[in-house]
């Protein structure tokens, strides 16, 4: 809960380098969830094959039409960036407003958002805000509504890349986006692997991880509350009163909206944070107080995040 308002815990985050600086082991972070993907098709899988089952005993009169229910929807949790808008409605409709858009790439994303298909920079910049998503095509007629939207991306691109995506600090996705400004090594990394060491088996113990964390979240019946303190909340208004007045004198108009939406973002990273240990503790509830170490965890990240904006607006 956060200014009068319910947000969710949901962050857009782009990793700007150089070529060949190592990026793409952001293809890891993606492979976390990669369990939860597999869970849900198999689960959609299974429903829809019941489903046509059930449509052959009604077609022989072995079962009434009125038991027979809606054609289940086929559900996934990451969504790919090379999309039209029309699939993505369609996939968010499925997946109950959520999807995490996660490439190596941030090609993709932009020929998305150029293509004949629509570009859906909109559904992008309401999809940070929670706000409700809804759709008519003349095609088919048909109207698709999302109460909410609940959109996370993970990217990763060059400055070049980023500068396609979003060439100026007016353009709406901006101030909702996390970047992190990687500089690469500036030596030769041996190729020789003394340790032998495996990614895949690595991030094998968090794949499994995720899908448990995913499947106790998925239990409860309505979405779990975090809210900070009152003594929290004192100390963040202060600290971003003061990140206000310093970044809007530096940057202006530009950075002004950057700073109001750090702060939502540090909200949301106190959330995922505090959800976390509380799965780890399993003393997750249904309305849950921020812990004091996971608020200045998120608060001491804004500084990263608003400095790392600084950087992008200057290349910008």
């Known amino acids: 809960k956060y200014r009068g308002n319910k947000i969710y815990p949901n962050l857009y985050t782009f990793i700007i380098a150089p070529a060949a600086s190592g990026k793409s082991m952001v293809k890891w972070a993606g492979e976390v969830v990669s369990n939860i993907d597999s869970y849900l098709q198999k689960r959609s899988k299974n429903a ?5 089952e059930e449509k052959q005993l009604v077609a022989k ?19 790919p960036a090379n999309i039209t808008s029309a699939m993505l409605m369609f996939q968010l409709r499925n997946n109950d407003g959520y999807g995490l858009l996660t490439e190596t790439e941030i090609d993709g994303l932009i020929e998305s958002l150029e293509g004949t298909g629509r570009g859906f920079n909109d559904i992008l910049r309401k999809g940070f805000e929670n706000e409700s998503l809804s759709s008519m095509r003349k095609t088919d007629e048909e109207r698709i509504f999302i109460d909410k939207s609940v959109i996370s991306v993970l990217m990763t691109g060059t ?71 009152s003594q929290q909340y004192v100390k963040f208004d202060n600290y971003f009163n003061d990140k206000f007045q310093n970044i809007r004198s530096i940057a202006g108009q530009d950075g002004r909206a ?31 107080a921020c812990e004091d170490d996971d608020f200045e965890v998120a608060l001491s990240l804004a500084d990263i995040v608003l400095d790392n904006m600084l950087q992008t607006l200057r290349n910008l």
Request: glycine share 4%.
């Open 61 to 79: 009169g072995e079962m009434k039409f009125s038991d027979l229910g809606d054609k289940p929807q086929y559900e996934t949790f990451s969504i």
């Open 159 to 229: 400055t070049g890349q980023f500068q396609k995506l979003i060439p100026d600090a007016e353009h709406g996705l901006f101030s909702r986006v996390i970047t992190y400004n990687l500089d690469p090594k500036q030596e030769w990394i041996s190729a020789i692997d003394i340790d032998e060491f495996s990614y895949d088996e690595y991030f094998e113990d968090f794949k499994i991880l995720m899908l448990e964390f995913y499947q106790t979240l998925e239990s409860y019946p309505e979405a779990l509350s975090f809210e900070l303190t």
């Open 48 to 52: 829809i094959k019941q489903y046509n």
């Open 258 to 288: 950057s700073v109001i939406r750090t702060a939502t973002i540090v909200v949301k990273i106190a959330t995922i944070l505090g959800a976390v240990r509380r799965l780890e503790d399993d003393s997750l509830m249904n309305q849950n």
